[in-house]
């Protein structure tokens, strides 16, 4: 999993933002990347070979309705998951940075304690609970909410509640980190100049926290576009993301160069995304600095 | 009561009128779990005064301030505010404003959205926001900068900022904590009597936190010594100058020399003191024989002679003298070893280096500092030995 491609492309620019880059580390993601740009204008032949041919063919199929329709349900997929995780985290974040240090630290477990098992497992354990058989329409129907079992897995709704569950802990560590760091003494002297909690909340805590939040959806979004194993577990295949189309293209269907041109798309969004942070970001790093 | 009559004996207009009371802690104390950090606390504050809050740092000076404000709780007591009890007030809604020690100015918002931040909440009208903000800013002298960010000033201007913020609310009593802090030498004396000018102008309270004795000297009408927790001496800078209460006070506040004596009798007004340099005379205050006193004797009041002089006088050897621009500094090394510094202006002459030199002083320069044994009994008796038996349990259970 460490070495395909899709795992590749999603932990290049994380790379380049979370560490100052380090020259080994760019060399040695460099040269595969060159690698899969250059044979992403290749064409293959019948026993699916690569054939240095150049061609636009790969990218031209990106507009291909069927491919546009993916990216289309992996960007909604991807913005509601980093919706949700904000809505989740941000809460959780600020709850946990003005507790007492032995609470912050129980949170802190239960939020990590899930990612010491096998995600795939995790997962898995999902379909228990959520399945047509699972505990929760068990459950409903007990309570005579629902008369018939309802199905829930194998909808979008089920990938991005698998995505929010595999993804939470990378919004909520940067959203607390940020909310952590933030000066007591500017909430009190909001409150001191006749702000109430909502009021300081709004025009104090949260613009000095978007940094905080903006690092969040930067570690959510990405993933959430590529995490294949996640839709084909939750989503059934009925729910693609873009990392299942390029995923198929290396396992399945053998056409290197298109999973290739997928995958350059996948960077460009992604570097877009990356340039977007930074260029707000560095803004509000300013800002936050007196 | 006679030293409130005092203090405020220096703005003439105020002294005709009977001060009024706005701020009073009566019997407050804190604590952070088993640490007692301000101590059955009575203090009682007055309109228009500049009072000034000493005292070491951790001696629960901000605690103080921040209980006043409404951001921490007293663990018991009360504070009452415009003869109104606080207990269940808000920070904003007391008639108070806090100058914080690290400006909390907002990043994220120019000076003039920082300095109109109180008005908004209040939903002052925008006209009426716009003409305050103007006069604060004419007030402490940043016109023209209103659309600058709080990163873009400096330390000093970012003080006035902070002032200007929390006066544009005309509370009735302003809370600095150590407002200068953070400034240097220069800035800060320049700061000093410019805020000391805005008080006056204004005319509310300032209750002002502040390490530094020479500050407050300077700018108070009256200073609370605080010390672990107590207010050991409230009074006007003068008489806490002059009259310190305690040893910590006379030692804190300016330079002094304490020498450590023992009471032997009291005849005729002069109590006789054994002292390990040499016998000393004092004011008679009614010591009970061999009890133990402090004499403080500022550097400026003692002289020297190199012959004893009639009624007392120590002897020792000059060590060092040095040359402090105005003054010149003597040290002198008693026979018990202990050095006592005497300032003399520079165009008086020095003793020679190395001389053996009698020191003396007026009776009525030295201050007896002392704790009468009836106190130390009650003292004693008052000890919170409750906390001190759970703090010895919470250290045990802690070990198992
Ligand atoms: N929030 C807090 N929790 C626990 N202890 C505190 C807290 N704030 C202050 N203290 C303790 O109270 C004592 C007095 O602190 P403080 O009032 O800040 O002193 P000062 O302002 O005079 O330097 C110190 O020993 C400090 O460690
Ligand atoms: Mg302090």
């Known amino acids: 999993m460490f070495n395909s491609p899709a795992f590749r492309k999603k932990t290049v620019p994380l790379f380049a933002m979370i560490s100052p880059v380090t020259a080994w580390l760019v060399l040695l993601i460099a040269a595969p990347l060159v690698y899969i740009l250059i044979i992403s204008f290749c064409t293959t032949n019948e026993s699916h070979n690569i054939v240095f041919h150049f061609t636009l063919r790969n990218y031209a199929r990106l507009f291909d309705p069927t491919i546009l329709g993916i990216y289309t349900n992996s960007l909604i997929v991807a913005v509601l998951t980093t919706v949700v995780c904000i809505l989740i985290a941000y809460p959780f974040g600020y709850i946990m940075a003005s507790t007492s240090p032995f609470k912050k630290t129980l949170m802190m477990i239960f939020l990590m304690l899930p990612f010491w098992t096998n995600s795939l497992i995790r997962l898995y354990s999902w379909r228990v609970l959520l399945g047509k058989n699972g505990y929760i329409n068990d459950f409903l129907i007990y309570i005579g909410l629902i008369d018939a079992p309802i199905e829930m897995m194998f909808t979008r709704g089920a990938v991005i509640l698998g995505m929010v569950y595999t993804l939470l802990p990378f919004m909520v560590l940067p959203v607390y980190t940020v909310i952590d760091k933030l000066d007591n003494s500017l909430i009190e002297a909001s409150k001191d100049l006749g702000a109430g909690f909502w009021q300081t909340f709004r025009n104090i805590t949260l613009p000095l926290t978007v940094p905080g939040i903006f690092a969040g959806s930067i570690m959510v979004f990405i993933p959430a576009l590529g995490y294949f194993f996640v839709s084909d577990l939750m989503g059934g295949g009925n729910n693609q993301i873009i990392g299942n189309v390029i995923s198929r293209q290396f396992k399945e269907a053998y056409n290197w160069p298109f999973g290739a041109a997928l995958s350059i798309m996948l960077i460009v969004i992604t570097l877009i995304c990356v340039k977007l942070y930074t260029r707000s970001g560095g803004k509000l790093d300013e800002l936050g600095t007196v | ?400």
């Open chain 2, 1 to 400: 009561m006679e030293k409130e009559t005092e203090s405020i004996k220096e703005p003439p207009s105020i002294a005709e009128e009977k001060p009024n009371p706005i701020v009073e802690i009566i019997g407050v104390d804190k604590f952070y779990d088993s640490n007692h950090v301000v101590k059955n606390l009575n203090m009682t504050i007055y309109e228009k005064e500049f009072l000034s809050i000493l005292g070491p740092s951790g001696c629960g000076k901000t605690t103080l301030l921040r209980m006043i404000a409404g951001f921490e709780h007293q663990t018991s007591g009360t504070i009452t505010i415009e003869g109104e009890n606080v207990e269940n007030k808000e920070p904003f809604e007391r008639n108070i404003n806090t100058v914080f020690q690290s400006y909390a100015l907002f990043p994220h918002m120019n000076i003039y959205d920082n300095i109109a931040y109180g008005l908004r909440m209040k939903k002052v009208p925008k006209n009426e926001i716009k003409s305050r903000v103007d006069k604060a800013l004419v007030m402490v002298r940043l016109e023209g900068f209103e659309q600058r960010y709080p990163s873009q000033l400096s330390g000093g201007q970012k003080q006035r900022v902070a002032i200007a913020r929390a006066i544009i609310n005309n509370p009735r009593v302003l809370l600095l904590d150590e407002p200068l802090g953070a400034l240097d030498m220069k800035l800060r004396k320049q700061m000093q009597i410019e805020l000391k000018s805005l008080q006056r102008k204004l005319g509310i309270t300032f209750i002002y936190v502040t390490h530094d004795q020479e500050e407050a000297l300077t700018m108070s009408d009256r200073i609370a010594v605080m010390n672990a927790g107590n207010v050991d001496q409230l009074g006007t800078p003068e008489e806490i100058y002059a009259r310190p209460a305690t040893k910590f006070i006379a030692d804190f506040i300016g330079e002094t020399n304490l020498f450590e004596a023992v009471a032997e009798e009291e005849r005729g007004g002069t109590a006789y003191l054994y002292c390990e340099a040499g016998d000393l005379l004092g004011k008679s205050e009614g010591f009970d024989p061999n009890e133990i006193v402090y004499v403080s004797v500022r550097p400026e009041k003692i002289r020297c002679s190199s012959q004893a002089v009639e009624g007392f006088s120590l002897g020792g050897v000059v060590r060092e003298n040095i040359y402090l621009g105005n003054i010149i500094k003597t040290i002198i090394m008693l026979t018990n070893g202990q050095a006592v510094r005497i300032n003399t202006p520079v165009d008086l002459p020095v003793p020679a280096l190395g001389s053996i030199q009698y020191i003396y002083w007026d009776i009525k320069d030295s201050v007896m500092i002392y704790t009468p044994s009836n106190d130390i009994i009650k003292q004693i008796e008052n000890a919170d030995f409750a906390a001190f038996a759970g703090e010895i349990k919470t250290k045990e259970a802690g070990n198992v």
